[in-house]
């Protein structure tokens, strides 16, 4: 499984399913083109969500302009833990982000196991 990491200002570090982010964006593209006729909804989901998760730069771009912290909190694993006040939220779009084939153990937060 592939994972987006993102990192803030406080140095922490999360990862994110590309699954997820994937799926939220062929949910948009698929009923934006459904609705215009353009397909049935299930075949362009499938289209898009093949197509995005073959692509690391559409990955980054989608999560980072029409994502927030809100929206991926709930699917976040925190990798690496340092105590900082952060306004997610406002740093979302601008937060280091790449994405990894899989996690490693030794990145795992072990406060959280």
Same mark, same amino acid.
């Given at each position: ?37 353009? *397909?049935?909804? +299930?075949?362009?989901?499938?289209? &898009? ?5 073959? @692509?690391?730069? =559409? ?11 809100? *929206?991926?909190? +709930?699917?976040?694993?925190?990798? &690496? ?5 952060? @306004?997610?939220? =406002? ?23």
């Amino acid at each position: 499984m592939k994972y987006l990491i993102v990192e803030f200002s406080d140095r922490k570090r999360y990862a994110i399913p590309t699954e997820f982010i994937a799926d939220h964006r062929a949910k948009y593209y698929a009923k934006k083109d459904s609705e215009r006729g353009l *397909g049935r909804y +299930d075949v362009i989901y499938d289209e &898009e969500l093949f197509y995005v998760m073959d @692509d690391d730069y =559409k990955l980054l771009d989608w999560a980072s302009n029409n994502m927030d912290w809100k *929206g991926v909190k +709930d699917q976040a694993i925190l990798l &690496e833990t340092k105590v900082e006040p952060t @306004d997610y939220d =406002k740093e979302w779009t601008n937060a280091k982000m790449e994405v990894i084939e899989r996690i490693k153990p030794s990145e795992l937060d072990d406060s959280l196991l």
